[in-house]
């Protein structure tokens, strides 16, 4: 008998006179400093129902404001606008391929949700999406340490060359200080790179061997290549642009062939 | 731990092996070597440590382990060392004091101050060849031929210590006169369709220099892939000595901000053996030069002062980084000693000046 009159006192005090899920949020998200979008997100719920098993992603890119990630059959794209807590997503578009019905199903309910969205409120471990006080979906932040990043520069007096490929995102710039050129990546070519990756003693590439050193007289553009893994950054020791060591010849090849099809 | 341990095991290995020719070497003056590198990287120069005598290397060391990286031009890396040997013997013979010539301390700002060495060499001439190879070889004018050789002269000689920013105190003593001139002995202009000749040397194959020896040789081309000149180091091949310009560089050309000229300084400053400023790696690699500080890459642009790097305060404005032709202005006096000595007889260029 007391056990329901507690349960039923803690229904009645949270439903009626304690705070709404609503309040409760604003308040988790007044506790938060660093309320910034930037990098990937995985969708946890849609309309409250927990979909974290259908790999549905969103990457925020603070610089160009731009937004892109997996809709559940699609990869989708589009800009966004945000001040403080008031967010908006403009011209989302997507790839055209067709599912199957349940992944086509959430993924129109997810892409409705992104375009009614009007409000974020920030919690510990991701954000969540809503629109007059409903939420719409929550997400977490995809944890830093399993990303991947390959930075390549390639430069000299007259020459810049900058490559940064991960999972998300192929960019590439061509000139210091210049506006990079974006572009998703495709999935086919990531999953090159990191069966490349297995291969290689990631770690310890500061200590290979240049095969040549033109760049010692200006005959190449002197290049580097960073790999960043579990939060660590690599260099390899500077190469001529044209000829790495061999350990890294075939990443080095076929970094600088995405980034010539993106052109 | 266990790599400084193998390390140690192969540096044992390296000496034990040269043990046999070390009793038939006469040592005429002690030079320290252990920071030179030709091919290998500052970390795996272990090797080179144990050659504190130049017969140690040619005998033991350069054939045994650096061949495997020089596959493509054996010869060079012993050229390239004999060449170092020499330069810091000359210096160090001249100046009384050990030869080697690095610096770029370890820590903190501490100005090193290279003296001009006075080396007898007096007034160098270098007598110029250009080889203009456009499809229209009259776009370059002998006007903006002329003007380019102004520029080589007038860097070669003025220290521009006026142009140096006010804070920049510990470089005035550095600026130096390298005592060096050029004269334009010839102007040949080839007509040729080719859009770009890259950096393997071809424009020199097609166009070969006349008497290297005793003239420097100068290819004014375009070179593509946005490379704006290259040079070859002094001991390398006879057939392409000399430096190779993309022909907008020059002064008046259309490569802005790299058409005052300074492209073709720059790469004269590799044809007289000189490395970039910051050593072409990382904090600890060195560019052989003492007054230079320690960097561990290259600048651009027209970087403000001070810009800091491995803790000392980088030379931005020298002729041998990679900042704009406005941007840079200056050769420092370690690096006139170390230019002149490959004139010094038994020298690289020796005969270029009559020795």
Redesign the interface.
């Known amino acids: 008998m007391k056990f329901i009159v507690t349960v039923f006192s803690a229904i009645l005090l949270r439903c009626c006179w304690g705070p709404s899920d609503f309040q409760l949020m604003l308040q988790e998200d007044s506790d938060i400093t660093l309320k910034e979008l930037d990098g990937k997100y995985k969708i946890n719920t849609l309309s409250d129902m927990d979909i974290s098993s259908l790999d549905l992603s969103i990457v925020f890119n603070e610089s160009t404001k731009k937004v892109s990630g997996f809709s559940g059959c699609n990869r989708f794209f589009g800009s966004y606008t945000s001040e403080k807590n008031a967010l908006k997503f403009n011209s989302l578009g997507t790839t055209k391929m067709l599912c199957n019905e349940d992944s086509n199903k959430v993924e129109q309910k997810f892409l409705k949700a992104l375009e009614k969205a009007n409000l974020i409120l920030f919690d510990k471990n991701g954000f969540s999406l809503l629109k007059d006080k409903k939420r719409l979906l929550s997400v977490t932040k995809e944890n830093l340490q399993e990303q991947i990043k390959i930075e390549y520069t390639a ?6 060359n900058q490559i940064i490929v991960n999972k998300e995102t192929v960019s590439s710039l061509q000139k ?2 210049g506006e990079p050129n974006r572009k998703p990546s495709e999935e086919k070519n990531w999953k090159t790179i990191t069966e490349m990756l297995k291969s290689i003693d990631v770690e310890n590439i ?2 290979l ?14 290049a580097h290549l960073k790999i960043t893994k579990n939060g660590k950054t690599y260099e390899s ?2 190469f001529d642009h044209g000829n790495p060591p061999k350990e890294i010849s075939e990443l080095v090849k076929e970094i600088l062939s995405i980034s010539e099809n993106i052109e | 731990m266990k790599k400084v341990f193998l390390s140690m095991v192969a540096f044992a290995l390296i000496f034990t092996a040269c043990e046999d020719e070390k009793n038939d070497v006469i040592e005429v003056q002690e030079v320290d070597m252990s920071d030179f590198y030709v091919y290998t990287d500052s970390n795996n120069d272990l090797s080179s440590k144990s050659a504190n005598s130049k017969e140690q290397f040619k005998n033991c060391f350069t054939m045994d382990v650096l061949n495997k990286q020089l596959d493509a031009n054996p010869g060079l890396a012993k050229k390239m060392f004999d060449v170092e040997y020499h330069t810091r013997q000359f210096i160090a013979s001249k100046s009384n004091g050990k030869g080697k010539p690095g610096g770029g301390s370890g820590g903190g700002e501490t100005d090193i101050d290279v003296l001009p060495i006075n080396d007898g060499l007096g007034a160098i001439n270098i007598p110029v060849y250009v080889h203009i190879v456009l499809p229209n070889a009259n776009d370059v004018t002998n006007s903006q031929v002329q003007a380019q050789m102004n520029v080589l002269n007038d860097d070669f000689s003025n220290p521009n210590t006026n142009q140096l920013p006010s804070g920049a105190t510990n470089f005035v003593n550095d600026a130096t006169n390298t005592g060096i001139t050029f004269t334009l002995a010839n102007t040949f202009r080839y007509n040729d369709s080719r859009s770009s000749w890259g950096t393997n040397d071809a424009v020199k194959s097609a166009y070969p220099p006349i008497t290297p020896s005793t003239h420097m040789n100068v290819w004014v081309c375009n070179i593509g892939n946005g490379i704006l000149g290259y040079a070859q180091f002094p001991g390398g091949n006879a057939s392409t000595d000399g430096i190779v310009l993309l022909y907008s560089s020059l002064p008046g050309g259309s490569a802005s901000p790299y058409n005052l000229g300074r492209t073709a300084t720059h790469e004269v400053g590799h044809y007289l053996n000189l490395r970039h400023i910051w050593g072409d790696g990382r904090c600890r690699q060195d560019d052989f030069v003492a007054d230079t500080p320690t960097s561990d890459g290259a600048n651009y642009g027209c970087p403000s002062y001070p810009t800091v790097n491995c803790q000392t305060t980088d030379m931005t404005m020298n002729y041998m980084d990679y900042t704009n032709d406005a941007c840079m202005y200056m050769f420092t006096d370690g690096q006139r000693n170390r230019m002149r000595a490959i004139f010094a007889s038994g020298g690289p260029r020796a005969t270029m000046a009559g020795n």
Request: hydrophobic share 25%; aromatic share 12%; net charge positive.
């Open positions: 430069s000299s007096r007259g020459v810049y210091r200080g500061s200590t061997n240049a095969p040549s050193k033109a760049f010692q007289y200006d005959g190449a553009a002197i020791p500077p």
